[in-house]
């Protein structure tokens, strides 16, 4: 054969062999539909339609309630009441979601959770979302199948002792023997911070708390707002919240938010624009009390886009979170917006705002809110 013809007859073969690739691609690649026994074809996920709601939002209407893991001992976050009822400012996170996406903030089952089952909790969908004082690393963001919100609270951990102690700093427990939560980035970040200190590890606040007015530990270590939440309800009989001092040391960054399932960005996404909506409304000035007036008036496009109105007449802004464009409206009615929440919940345990990492972006901290548009 000459060179001539076999340059001609070329192109033909590369046309063959790639007509018989794709083929064997379209059988092997797992994407082609196979017909079962029935003759009905099995769906995959293109076959969805693109309006369709995301499965654990599916789950939460038809089930009408939202099913929220928390702390229940932890005050001023996520506590568990006399009357039965929970309270703080992560439990309004919960009943922010339920507003939002039932129209009723009530409408939430808590399931509190100790700090081992609580990311096992999601992943196995026992919960639809955990806001539990959890820090985001990377880790849990990436290899154990985890979505994490927008920080609500920026956290840092921290050593509590007695008042009457003569510790003063956090080297003065160098090799003392100290508190901790088990199944915590507490523990590693002690051993980092104090590698020679003696960790008695438990597996809640209440077990942890006894301990430590046993005289089992010497220092007791979490978030600094866990601690915070611990002291302002020490027992009267054991000196009440004055016998406690937090050191001023912080030797870790533990931000904290809502954590959802990774493989249901719908539901993700839901829940990260409810947390940025609450400081959004911080940012325009929408309240509580003042949203209705609001939402008949806005006297910006910012505020009519949060509200899910128009401006002037205009236009809605569909916000494709399919969930009522109205969401913003039922939360800050219901719960209010991050300064209303943090004031009611986390100023009471005696954690200042202003001139932290927790005050507005326009006050000099990190809370900020990309735009709703």
């Not at 074809?41 to 939460?60: C, K, N, R, W, Y």
């Not at 597996?203 to 600094?224: H, M, P, R, V, Y």
């Not at 809605?316 to 913003?328: C, Y």
């Amino acid at each position: 054969m000459t060179l001539k013809r076999s340059v001609a007859i070329l192109p033909l073969l590369l046309v063959g062999l790639a007509v018989l690739i794709f083929a064997a691609c379209g059988d092997d690649d797992g994407d082609a539909t196979e017909t079962p026994s029935d003759g009905t074809a099995e769906p995959t996920l293109t076959d969805q339609p693109s309006g369709s709601h995301s499965q654990i939002l599916q789950d939460v209407l038809d089930r009408g309630r939202l099913r929220c893991g928390v702390n229940d001992s932890v005050p001023g976050f996520g506590n568990l009441l006399a009357d039965a009822s929970f309270a703080g400012f992560d439990i309004d996170y919960c009943r922010a979601i339920a507003a939002a996406v039932l129209g009723d903030s009530e409408l939430v089952d808590y399931t509190p959770l100790s700090a081992s089952a609580r990311l096992t909790a999601v992943q196995t969908g026992q919960i639809d979302v955990l806001i539990r004082n959890t820090t985001w690393t990377t880790t849990r963001d990436a290899a154990e199948g985890l979505t994490y919100a927008t920080t609500t609270f920026y956290d840092g951990q921290g050593l509590m002792v007695r008042a009457d102690s003569g510790f003063t700093s956090v080297d003065d427990l160098a090799t003392a023997p100290i508190c901790v939560l088990e199944g915590t980035t507490t523990e590693v970040n002690l051993a980092t911070r104090l590698p020679n200190a003696e960790q008695n590890s438990f597996a809640d606040n209440n077990l942890l708390q006894q301990a430590f007015i046993d005289g089992l530990c010497e220092g007791w270590t979490s978030d600094k707002s866990q601690l915070a939440g611990r002291r302002s309800e020490f027992p009267a009989d054991e000196g009440g919240p004055e016998a406690l001092v937090i050191l001023d040391e912080t030797f870790s960054k533990e931000p904290l938010g809502p954590v959802t399932l990774q493989n249901d960005d719908q539901w993700s996404d839901i829940v990260n624009w409810i947390v940025i909506g609450t400081i959004a409304a911080e940012e325009l000035g929408v309240t509580s009390a003042n949203v209705a007036d609001m939402a008949a008036a806005a006297p910006s496009v910012a505020i009519a886009r949060l509200l899910g109105v128009g401006f002037e007449g205009g236009e809605v802004t569909d916000t494709g979170l399919d969930v009522d464009v109205t969401f913003m409206q039922d939360v800050l009615a219901q719960v209010g917006n991050y300064g209303e929440i943090y004031d009611a919940n986390v100023a009471p345990i005696g954690i200042v705002r202003a001139g932290t990492l927790n005050a507005l972006w326009t006050d000099g901290g990190l809370i900020y809110s990309p735009p709703f548009k």
